[in-house]
């Protein structure tokens, strides 16, 4: 009997295991994903009947071209190895894709549906590029195609625009960081817009514009960024989060850059439009010139002088003609005046010297000097003759008589009925 201890018999188990499934493609739906801060991801693989433990180290997790995500169903490239001190088994991933779909187009929906979420694609964040630019970043390869196209457009259309390139790789792995590198240098030199392209390729060439890390930097960008990658077909994540997309490079700077022929056409139309202008406000002007000039004349001050004479002319003869006309009338107004004025003259002289007459009489008899009567005096109060009824109680007054005169105070009133 051959006896065997645990240790041993796991060991045969792990070498017997190890040795026999060392590349394996198992298909399953993931479950319990965990993304550790080491860089592992560790996760149980499941279908209906069954499920198996794994582990994708860091080095391997590293390529994975999308994420692992909880129900996703993936096909493993995996070895099985054994955890000698519990005997227990996993699976060794090397490799993932997704079921019955590329690992690079879930990968681009993953990312933008995050990135959408997050409002990197939203209209509000867009920024304006202006209409007339005059200094341009291009961010691609030196060595690309599309550089030249680029250049051969911009030199056509607008040649005054100033043009300063940013060299990134394009393609690869090292893709990503040279693109958001480039992007971050360009923004820091106060461009009016950034370009952002290359050519046409397949999904896999054209990737470094799928990142998160390029993703990032376009929408952080102070500056209008414009993506131009790949042909019209082609759609990255950097055309959904910049602020304007462009089919191709070349359509880039077409979109973007102002024709000079076409201005310079605007210009020349400008110019007769203002010729036009300023022959119709000379003209109209001469024509104002000429009615001030009228104007002036028929107001200068001689004939302004001359209206005014005129005028005083005919007030004179007017007011001459009213005056006679009035004298005329006054004149036969005043005859019949004239021969009823003596007469009534003389009567109102006889009436006013008999009333003369009369007043006189009037006056001697009442001069105090005659009035002699027994008991007769005039009261007066201040110097002046008062009636007695216009006199109160504690007044003072006088009473004379043509010889004497007395110095009283009221000190009681009775009315004698």
Known sequence: MNILSVDALNEQIKNLLETTFIRNFVEGELSRVTYHNSGHIYFTLKDANASISCVMFKGNASRLKFR???????????????????????????????????ALALAFEQLKSKLQAQGYFAPEHKKELPKYIMSLGLVTSETGAALQDMLRVAQTRWPLVKISLYDAVVQGDNAPKSIARAIKAADKNNHEAIVVGRGGGSMEDLWGFNEEIVANVIYHCKTPVVSAVGHEIDWVISDFVADLRAPT????????????????????SLMQQLTRTQAQRLNRAEVEIRHLKLSYAQNSIENR????????????????????????????????????????????????????KQLGNAFVLQDPKLK???GFAQVSQKG??????????????????????????????????
């Open 68 to 102: 692992l995500e909880e129900g996703l169903k993936v096909v493993l490239e995996a070895a099985i190895t054994v955890y000698k001190p519990r005997g227990q088994y996993q699976l060794n991933v090397l490799s993932a894709e997704p079921s019955g779909q590329g």
């Open 372 to 374: 002699n009567k027994k």
């Open 249 to 268: 490079p070349s359509a880039a700077m077409e979109m973007i850059l102002p024709d000079i022929n076409e201005i310079l056409m605007s210009i020349d």
């Open 305 to 356: 002088l001359k209206m005014k004479m005129d005028e005083l002319k005919q007030i004179r003869a007017n007011f001459n003609q009213k005056m006679g006309y009035i004298l005329e009338s006054a004149k036969r107004e005043i005859f019949p005046l004239q021969e009823l004025l003596p007469r009534q003259m003389k009567t109102l002289l006889q009436a006013k010297t008999q009333e003369l």
């Open 384 to 417: 002046k003759l008062i009636e007695l009824e216009s006199l109160k109680v504690g007044e003072y007054f006088e009473v004379m008589s043509d010889t004497l005169t007395l110095t009283n105070e009221v000190k009681s009133i009775k009315e004698n009925i």
